[in-house]
């Protein structure tokens, strides 16, 4: 996936309103610019860290540049637009990336299905063997210590939802897969946040007990494009 527009960078000064970021460019202006994330971005949005932003060139935008990367650490990128995470999965699936998703003849995003009005990121059909395949993406940009990714950043009801959902799937013969698209380059393996939402965590237990797969992705971020590339182990973590 590349960017279409060139990243400019900058330097953080704050994150606020969970939508609106304040930044000093290269040439020193101060500038608002767009964040495209709901969670809240914990270890993503420390003040001054560097950061990469586009312009839309818009003018009827109220915020014409948004936010796309950060640098964590002084070493590793992370890729705090949301709105990326479900590109990368398809893209993913289609390159063959993504092996367990791989034979089905058609693939549709945004569905809507299931018991509480949700809508399936993406639906797999037309396999000559397996049944058809719901797919949940879930973006994951907290590391805690070494290498150590957590999902959710803070408490999400809709992300245990969405496990209901999955689990209901399985139970009418369908598969339900769960992906973690992990836009953090210095993430080696991905575990529920049970300190954070213990709630969302025994969901996930339980979701894979009943035949929820779940697996995770690494990306390869750099400041033209972004890409899926390494399967990241999944660990229950300490909680289970």
Known sequence: MEFLLALQPAILQRRYKRFLADVVTSDGTPLTIHCPNTGSMKNCA???????????????????????????????????NTQRANGLVVEAINNATIRPLQGYDKLETEVKYGQENSRIDIFLSQHKQQPDCYVEVKNVTLMVGQGQGLFPDAVTQRGSKHLRELVHMVSQGYRAVLVYCVAHTGITQVAP????????????????????????????????????????????????
């Open 46 to 80: 420390q003040p001054n860290s560097r950061v990469w932003f586009w312009d839309s060139a818009n003018e009827k935008r109220k915020y014409a540049c948004t936010w796309e990367l950060v640098e964590v650490q002084h070493q590793f990128l992370a890729c705090i």
């Open 193 to 240: 946040a049970w300190d954070l939402d213990p709630a969302y965590a025994k969901t996930l237990v339980w979701a894979i007990e009943q035949g929820v797969e779940v697996m995770a992705y690494g990306a390869r971020i750099s400041l033209t494009e972004m890409s899926l590339v390494r399967v990241v182990p999944l660990n229950l973590g300490s909680g289970h």
